[in-house]
């Protein structure tokens, strides 16, 4: 009898410490997801920060550009002859310095402002810089790709985490010449003229994307 009952004892021996070495594994199994869970979101949140500020830099950017092109013109004249390159084309009369940035650039001027001027409908050209705000530092910098193809102008916005874009915008502005004989040159007084601006009331933004990954 008193081995029966010191069998019995030994069972309930183990399995009580299968019993706990089960409750240790759950336990244990409980706290790695309870952990994986945790960075997973911490994680998710992270990133959906960074897209965050990245959309309100690249808004912000949009936002800077088409202010400064809400009262945007600029003309252009060629004493005595109508222009036939853009040698012969001067730029006068402008608010450059209002729409600042890269239209007061020297070799923007040349080599894509008056070329629109001669060629407009014709030109497909692309411009890169990097804007930044120094009264609005937690814009960040942002990259910014100017197209011009036919009368309308691309700017295409996006921030950039390593080697990933983060979030991409492209606003397009179109833009037309002016006054009588809209599409040639005007004649008056011996000077040929043309004057461009830009239609802010009719912009349009599009390709908004979160983009992901490395760049391809």
């Given at each position: 009898?008193?081995?029966?009952?010191?069998?019995?004892?030994?069972?309930?021996?183990?399995?009580?410490?299968?019993?706990?070495?089960?409750?240790?594994?759950?336990?244990?199994?409980?706290?790695?997801?309870?952990?994986?869970?945790?960075?997973?979101?911490?994680?998710?949140?992270?990133?959906?920060?960074?897209?965050?500020?990245?959309?309100?830099?690249?808004?912000?950017?949009?936002?800077?550009?088409?202010n400064k092109l809400e009262q945007a013109e600029v003309e252009f004249s060629s004493s005595?002859?109508?222009?036939?390159?853009t040698d012969d084309i001067e730029i006068d009369n402008t608010n450059l310095t209002d729409?600042?940035?890269?239209?007061?650039?020297?070799?923007?001027?040349?080599?894509?402002?008056?070329?629109?001027?001669?060629?407009?409908?014709?030109?497909?050209?692309?411009?890169?810089?990097?804007?930044?705000?120094?009264?609005?530092?937690?814009?960040?910098?942002?990259?910014?790709?100017?197209?011009?193809?036919?009368?309308?102008?691309?700017?295409?916005?996006?921030?950039?985490?390593?080697?990933?874009?983060?979030?991409?915008?492209?606003?397009?502005?179109?833009?037309?010449?002016?006054?009588?004989g809209a599409g040639n040159w005007t004649e008056t007084g011996g000077t040929y003229y043309?004057?461009?601006?830009?239609?802010?009331?009719?912009?349009?933004?599009?390709?908004?994307?979160?983009?992901?990954?490395?760049?391809?």
């Open positions: 009898m008193k081995h029966g009952l010191s069998s019995i004892a030994r069972f309930r021996r183990g399995a009580s410490v299968l019993i706990a070495l089960l409750v240790f594994f759950l336990a244990a199994l409980s706290g790695t997801l309870v952990l994986t869970m945790a960075a997973s979101n911490a994680g998710r949140y992270t990133h959906e920060k960074e897209d965050q500020q990245a959309y309100l830099s690249v808004a912000s950017a949009a936002k800077l550009i088409l005595g002859k109508a222009p036939t390159s729409l600042g940035l890269f239209f007061a650039d020297l070799n923007f001027q040349n080599d894509v402002l008056k070329k629109f001027a001669l060629e407009q409908g014709g030109v497909f050209l692309q411009v890169e810089f990097d804007l930044t705000v120094n009264d609005h530092a937690e814009m960040g910098t942002v990259h910014v790709i100017l197209l011009v193809q036919g009368s309308d102008f691309f700017f295409q916005f996006y921030v950039k985490n390593g080697e990933s874009k983060n979030y991409q915008m492209t606003m397009r502005v179109a833009a037309s010449f002016e006054k009588e043309r004057t461009l601006k830009f239609d802010v009331d009719n912009v349009t933004f599009m390709n908004e994307l979160l983009t992901g990954g490395e760049e391809t």
